[in-house]
């Protein structure tokens, strides 16, 4: 992330996000206090473990979540508006228009019976478009077609006839077809094998650059991320616990979990999906009090046990939470590689 980034007003701030779903159980905190910012123009990489909430976290910004889950509270300011403060009506205005979200197994989804430009015609049609004219409606599907590297000739053809990343192409021109100004792409690049995943994200990456919007990459990918991203935002059960600049992030992870999670990918060339063989540990109905991590950390201190860390900044950009990075906590463990007195 160039520091240019910082000089300007964040485009989007999460703040306090909290998503549960409501199980016979009691309630999981699949999204549990989330924060973060995304400054214009950059591209954020969320990621984390299957199951950790990244695609809660998206459905929350949104406010597209369904039941049993809910939003238990939070804020999410898109410019000068909270959107969890939005009646239904100003939200669908907002929606796809400013921020638009391409969801998980979006390609999955699309109308089988339907041709592809009728699918991206109905994203125009639903927002009672500026475009009148069947003429111009027709030259901007054209245009956005282009735009993710399709040629014309898809136009008129089904979803079935195209391939996996082709139809991840129509996504994405769907998702942009309203000219938002952040674009959320969950996993967006999974299940596509390596070649196309990396030419569906150089395609989400042209189109940032061409519109000018900024990006949350949700994935699992540390390489793909690495060669991607600006800033990585890592979640662990429903919490981010690492927001950092890319670079620091893959040379200096400052948080425990951040640590491990790079020390999994074998080799960052090989991008590998994200793998840790024992997951998160903890019932998340039930989270241990204080630190989410600590059943799993090798460095658990007494404090973790009763104090949640908060997000504090270990280095230029590089927020963490996490007790190590605590000037005030006595004791912290000697074994500890690039932490303490390191910032
Ligand atoms: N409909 C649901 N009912 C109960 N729990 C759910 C439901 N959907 C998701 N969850 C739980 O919420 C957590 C976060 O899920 P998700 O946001 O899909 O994670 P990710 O996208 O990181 O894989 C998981 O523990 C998952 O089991
Ligand atoms: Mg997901």
Redesign the pocket.
């Known amino acids: 992330m160039t520091e240019q980034h910082y000089d300007r007003p964040p485009v989007l701030k999460v703040r306090g996000l909290r998503v549960y779903?409501e199980?016979p159980k009691g309630d999981?905190l699949?999204v549990d206090d989330v924060n973060f910012d995304l400054y214009e123009g950059e591209t954020l990489g969320l990621v984390?473990?299957?199951?950790?909430?990244?695609?809660?976290?998206a459905m929350g910004i949104l406010q597209l979540v369904v039941p049993?889950?809910r939003i238990v509270d939070g804020e999410v300011w898109l410019g000068d508006k909270n959107l969890l403060a939005l009646s239904e009506e100003e939200l669908r205005q907002q929606r796809w228009t400013k921020l638009a979200l391409i969801p998980?197994g979006a390609m999955n989804s699309l109308n089988p019976t339907m041709k592809v430009s009728e699918q991206i015609k109905d994203t125009f049609d639903a927002h009672e478009s500026k475009l009148r004219s069947k003429a111009s409606a027709k030259d901007r599907v054209l245009q956005l077609l282009s735009m993710v590297g399709l040629p014309a000739r898809v136009y008129d053809m089904y979803p079935h006839e195209l391939s996996g990343g082709m139809k991840q192409r129509v996504c994405i021109a769907m998702a942009i077809a309203l000219n938002p100004s952040v674009i959320i792409a969950d996993e967006s690049t999974s299940a596509l094998d390596v070649v196309v995943q990396r030419i569906v994200a150089q395609t989400l990456l042209k189109v940032k650059q061409a519109l000018g919007v900024s990006m949350i990459m949700?994935g699992h990918d540390m390489g793909l991320m690495a060669q991607m991203v600006d800033r990585i935002a890592v979640?662990y059960a429903g919490k981010i616990v690492e927001i950092a600049p890319v670079k620091s992030f893959f040379t200096a992870p400052k948080h425990p979990y951040s640590q491990l999670l790079i020390e999994s990918v074998p080799s960052l060339r090989e991008r590998k999906p994200l793998k840790i063989t024992e997951g998160i540990t903890h019932d998340?109905r039930n989270p241990p009090p204080g630190c989410i991590f600590q059943l799993r950390c090798p460095h658990v201190m007494e404090i973790c046990r009763v104090q949640t860390p908060p997000m504090r900044e270990v280095a230029l950009n590089q927020l963490a939470a996490c007790h190590l990075y605590d000037p005030d906590v006595e004791g912290k463990p000697t074994n500890v590689r690039d932490v303490v007195g390191n910032p």
């Open positions: 779903y199980t999981v699949a984390g473990e299957s199951g950790c909430g990244k695609s809660t976290a049993p889950g998980q949700i979640m998340p």
